[in-house]
């Protein structure tokens, strides 16, 4: 993993089950913080030493604002891991999942760099178009962009300043349930270089093989009120056009994991799904509309959610638990 990714890095993983084969090997690389959270329906103890397992118990304990508002057995909880590691000193952290398998070059590019970049303003595009021939596409894409394809003069080299990166997942990656139902073919992604979106182009991303860097800390929050099929979809859509703001964009690198999904139940998962069709095409021009580089991240952020809230996508409890995440984020800056 490149030098400036190393320092001071957290992976940060929620999970029901005992260490995985995916959470041992992240667990023995000796550079990395590696974080557990806990649910109610995972092992009261944890049988890996290289772990810091965050059981429901010592939850309680931690005295984040953000725990009492938080429910249980919902993939939200992974928002204690992200405080923890704040609060450690990471710089960078490291969304994994329990079946994200990594490969020996595991690694993510540097932050900034020259990359091949896509043009501006192109709207939601189906990244995984530039890394398989397959006709698949990521969770939380429109359904109506998926068959869209790319010229070769939307693509360019030039300098980035990358806030998150995407690895990609062999084998099953994270694709909807209509994919999973009418086809479920398994992707090995080809090998390229990195590809950085530029500002207003749109892709989903989600909390599997991805880094933040620490000045976008606090747009890790995954939301409350939505379901786990939504959460870290909504979580990059409200991401992108405040990233935008700053200068920071969105980058994809090619597959360093390969996924062994745990068991899912497809129709319950599309079920999960539907507002990721109904709501993802709005979302950005909802938020867009209100956010401003004049306003920190963590108003824009509150901004952003409230005009969600007005719209019918969050509910109003959802402001009270993201005022408690600001809280516990601010007591660190």
Known sequence: MDNQVIVKSSI??????????????????????TIIVGDKKSPAEYNNTNVTFLSVETQSKLGYAI???????????????????????????????D????????????????????NSDMGFINIYRLFSEQN?????LPLNKINLKFKSEQLQKGMSRVGIW????????????????????????KKRTPVVLGPGTVSPFNSQNTAFRKELFPL???PTTVNFRFTDIL?????QPIMWLYDYFLGFTQATVEQERNPHDYMKDFESEIPCYLHGESIIGIISKRISSSYTIYEN???????????????KDEIVVLKRWISDLQKHD
Not at 70 to 86: D, E, Q, S, V
Not at 166 to 177: K, R, S
């Open 166 to 189: 995407q690895g990609l997942a062999d084998a099953d990656p994270d694709v909807d349930a209509i994919y999973r139902l009418i086809n479920n073919t398994p992707c090995f992604f």
């Open 99 to 118: 079946d994200n398998i990594p490969y020996e070059d595991w690694s993510f590019p540097d932050f900034n760099g020259e990359y091949d970049q896509l």
């Open 235 to 239: 979580r990059g859509f409200v991401a």
């Open 136 to 140: 698949i596409w990521p969770r939380g």
């Open 301 to 315: 952020l509150l901004i952003a959610y409230e005009e969600l809230l007005n719209n019918g996508i969050v509910t």
């Open 12 to 33: 940060v993983i929620t999970s029901i089950f005992p260490p995985t084969k995916a959470v041992d090997s992240y667990s023995n690389m000796g550079y990395l913080n």
């Open 67 to 97: 725990s009492k508002e938080l429910p249980f057995n919902h993939y939200c909880r992974k928002n204690i891991g992200y405080i923890f590691a704040i609060l450690k000193g990471a710089d960078v952290i490291i969304d994994i999942d």
């Open 220 to 222: 890790l929050y995954l």
